[in-house]
């Protein structure tokens, strides 16, 4: 069996995040990890270009889409998942611990329609899903929020937000369930795996210097370089650092209309009598 799946990345800039398409390409099973529903906040419009693109791709290349994975509960742009689903049946899983990020954010959204077949299957750590001759192994790895896994594939793995290209460093933890010292403990995990495992990050924001996107790099390029955990950094000081500057943090730009759709899995919130989705809710965030 080969060691590596085959992997498109699809990058969105207006949200600064990355999806991708991984096949197994001996089977033409794929699985469609963090998909976008292009927003447009200023009208409230939504369209599906991007999960079109990934869609396209894989009917030229002959892939069956079998799964969607979202690596957490995204609160800077909105997941297509909801859509991948309707067109190709795939089924949409997420981390277990989606349970209390609904939980906290339902009651201060006050949403009510919550559905058990928004997911597919929610993903406990040391799961296994089939894709084709591949297996992924489902890696907890909460802190950023506490859905978050990461996906291990062969000799790649899909960290979401865990942590970023090693320039720019790691996710904040600030959101409700989320947790500094947990996150470390998480990030020691991916850290432990093999010095030449490839790193599949979320999003990119090109950091000051650097001129092109990226979002991938070794376990080795992150032990060694990433500015917020490398190079030895203990659990002690990289939990002073990152609570000093999660508290200079502004709110994602979309993070209503994105936390409302991705506790549904991609659902859009039902009409209200005249016929509108209202996927912005001013709330205030809680200490």
Same mark, same amino acid.
């Not at 990934?54 to 742009?77: C, F, P, Q, Y």
């Given at each position: ?5 085959? !992997?498109?990345a ?9 999806s991708y398409?991984?096949?197994d ?20 419009? =939504?369209?599906?270009?991007? +999960?079109d693109?990934i869609?396209?791709?894989a009917?030229d290349?002959g ?12 609160a800077?742009?909105?997941?297509? +998942?909801? =859509? !991948?689903?309707d ?5 949409? &899983? !997420?981390?277990? &611990?989606?349970?209390?990020?609904q ?11 919550? *559905?058990? @077949? ?6 406990e ?7 084709? $001759?591949?297996? !992924? @192994? =489902? ?5 950023h929020?506490?859905?978050?896994v990461?996906?291990?594939i062969?000799?790649?793995?899909? =960290? &979401? ?7 720019? %460093? ?7 369930? &989320?947790?500094?010292r /947990? ?6 995990r ?5 010095? $030449? ?5 979320c ?5 000051p ?13 992150? #032990? /060694? ?6 190079? %030895?950094i203990? @659990? ?13 943090l502004k +709110?994602?730009?979309l #993070?209503?209309?994105?936390? /409302?759709? *991705?506790?549904r899995?991609?659902r859009?919130p ?6 509108r ?11």
């Amino acid at each position: 069996m080969a060691s590596a799946p085959d !992997i498109t990345a699809f990058f969105d800039e207006v949200t600064n995040s990355v999806s991708y398409l991984v096949a197994d390409a001996a089977s033409g099973a794929a699985a469609v990890i963090d998909p976008v529903l292009d927003f447009d906040a200023a009208s409230g419009t =939504v369209e599906t270009r991007s +999960a079109d693109k990934i869609l396209s791709h894989a009917k030229d290349r002959g892939l069956t889409i079998a799964w969607v994975l979202e690596t957490h509960v995204h609160a800077d742009h909105l997941s297509a +998942a909801s =859509v !991948i689903r309707d067109r190709t049946r795939a089924k949409v &899983g !997420i981390g277990a &611990g989606i349970s209390e990020v609904q939980r906290v954010f339902a009651s201060m959204l006050g949403i009510d329609d919550l *559905n058990p @077949e928004d997911f597919d299957r929610l993903l406990e750590d040391g799961d296994r899903v089939p894709l084709g $001759e591949f297996e !992924i @192994e =489902v890696v907890a790895t909460p802190g950023h929020t506490p859905a978050c896994v990461t996906y291990r594939i062969g000799d790649t793995a899909f =960290v &979401g937000d865990t942590m970023f290209m090693p320039d720019y %460093g790691t996710a904040r933890c600030d959101f409700p369930g &989320g947790d500094a010292r /947990q996150l470390y403990r998480s990030m020691r995990r991916i850290l432990s795996l093999p010095a $030449e495992t490839r790193l599949f990050m979320c999003h990119d924001y090109k950091a000051p210097g650097r001129e092109e996107f990226a979002w991938e790099a070794t376990v080795a390029e992150q #032990l /060694q370089a990433n500015v917020h955990v490398g190079g %030895g950094i203990d @659990e002690d000081n990289y939990v002073a650092m990152r609570e000093i500057r999660d508290a200079t943090l502004k +709110a994602p730009k979309l #993070l209503y209309p994105a936390i /409302q759709v *991705n506790i549904r899995g991609g659902r859009l919130p039902p009409p209200d009598a005249a016929g509108r989705r209202n996927l912005i809710l001013p709330i205030t965030l809680p200490a």
